[in-house]
C-alpha cells in the first residue's frame, strides 16, 4: 500500500476502521496512565516506539513491502515522527504524570480546530461554513469541560500546558504528514517514525529519569504490549489511513471523539471521576463532530 497523494475527496474510510481507530486512540491515554505507575514517562515511550519500530518494520521486510526511500522522503519522515510521537506524546505523558487521563483526552480533542484553521494557509483546504459551524461546537464543548476541571481544581496548571504544547506538536505533524507526501510503503512510513521517535527520546530518558522506577509488574506488562500492538502499530497505521484518504480537517474532527470515549475509558480502567459539566460538553462535540464529518 502506497502513501496516497495529499488531495482527497472526503472521508470514505470504513465506519469500522473510523469506529477502531477511535477506541484505540482515546483508550491509549488511560492505558498510558496505568503504565506511568510502573516506569518514568519518556522512558515507557521510547521503549515502546523502539519495539513498535522493530516489529513493524520486520514485518514490512518479511513482506517484501520495504522500499529504499529518497533523502527527502526519508526526511519527511523523520520530522514527522519527531512531531507525532517525539513531542506529542513526550510532552502529553509528561503532563499526564500530573493530570488525569480523560482530561487529556480532551485537550488533545481540539486538534481538528488548530488543524482547521491551518489547513487554509498551509494545505490549501477549503473551510466551509458548516464545517467552521461544527468546529465551533467542538471547541465550546471542549471549553466547558476545561473549565470544569481546572476552575475545581482538579488538575494541576504545570500538566496542563504540557499537554497544552503537545496539541501544538500533533497538529504540526499532522500539517507535515499531508502538507509533504511521500513514496513509503503505509506500514514502512509508520516504522520509520516510530523509530524517528524512539530514538529522540531515548537519549533524553536515560539522562533525566531513573531506569531503576521501571518495574515489570503483570500490570506494566499488559498495558506496554497494548501500546505497542494497539496504539504504535493499530492506531498510528490506522490514523495515517484515514489521513491519507480525507482532509485534514475531516480527518482530525475524529479527534472530537476522544472526550466522551477518553472519559469513559479513564472512569472504566482508572475510576476518574467524571463531573456534569463534562457530560454537559460532550453535547456540543458531538454535534461538531456530525457537522464537519457528514
Known amino acids: ?62 513482506l517484501g513491502r520495504w522500499r529504499r526511500l529518497s533523502r527527502r522522503d526519508a526526511g519527511v519522515l523523520v520530522l514527522a ?57 467542538g471547541f465550546i464543548g471542549v471549553v466547558v469541560v476545561l473549565r470544569s476541571r481546572i476552575g475545581g481544581g482538579h488538575e494541576a496548571v504545570a500538566g496542563t500546558l504540557l499537554v497544552l504544547a503537545g496539541l501544538f506538536a500533533l497538529t504540526a505533524g499532522t500539517l507535515v504528514y499531508k502538507r509533504l507526501p511521500t513514496a513509503s510503503d503505509l506500514w514502512q512510513g509508520t516504522a520509520i517514525q516510530l523509530l524517528a521517535g524512539s530514538l529522540a527520546l531515548l537519549p533524553v530518558a536515560l539522562l533525566t529519569e531513573d531506569v531503576g522506577a521501571l518495574h515489570a509488574t503483570p500490570t506494566f506488562l499488559w498495558s506496554f504490549a497494548y501500546m505497542v500492538l494497539g496504539v504504535s502499530m493499530g492506531g498510528y497505521g490506522l490514523w495515517y489511513f484515514i489521513l491519507g484518504r480525507s482532509s485534514a480537517t475531516e480527518a482530525t474532527a475524529l479527534h472530537f471523539l476522544m472526550p466522551p470515549l477518553g472519559l469513559m475509558f ?27 464529518t457528514r
Do not use: H
Not at 267 to 280: A, C, F, M, Q, R
Open 1 to 62: 500500500m502506497i502513501a496516497p497523494p495529499r488531495a482527497a475527496p472526503g472521508l470514505d474510510a470504513t465506519p469500522g476502521l473510523i469506529a477502531l481507530f477511535c477506541i484505540l486512540w482515546s483508550s491509549a491515554f488511560a492505558v498510558g496512565k496505568v503504565a506511568l505507575a510502573d516506569c518514568p514517562p519518556l522512558l515507557l515511550l521510547g521503549l515502546r516506539f523502539l519495539v513498535a519500530a522493530l516489529v513493524l518494520g520486520g514485518l514490512c521486510m518479511a
Open 81 to 137: 515522527g519527531l512531531l507525532n510521537n517525539g513531542l506529542y506524546l513526550g510532552l502529553s505523558f509528561t503532563g499526564m504524570t500530573q493530570v488525569s487521563s480523560g482530561f487529556t483526552a480532551v485537550i488533545i480533542s481540539a486538534n481538528p480546530l488548530l488543524t482547521a484553521l491551518l489547513a487554509g494557509p498551509v494545505l490549501g483546504e477549503r473551510l466551509n461554513r458548516r464545517k467552521a459551524l461544527g468546529l465551533v461546537l
Open 266 to 292: 479513564g472512569w472504566l480502567i482508572l475510576g476518574e471521576t467524571v463531573p456534569l459539566l463534562d457530560l454537559v460538553g460532550i453535547v456540543p462535540i458531538a454535534a461538531g463532530i456530525w457537522l464537519v
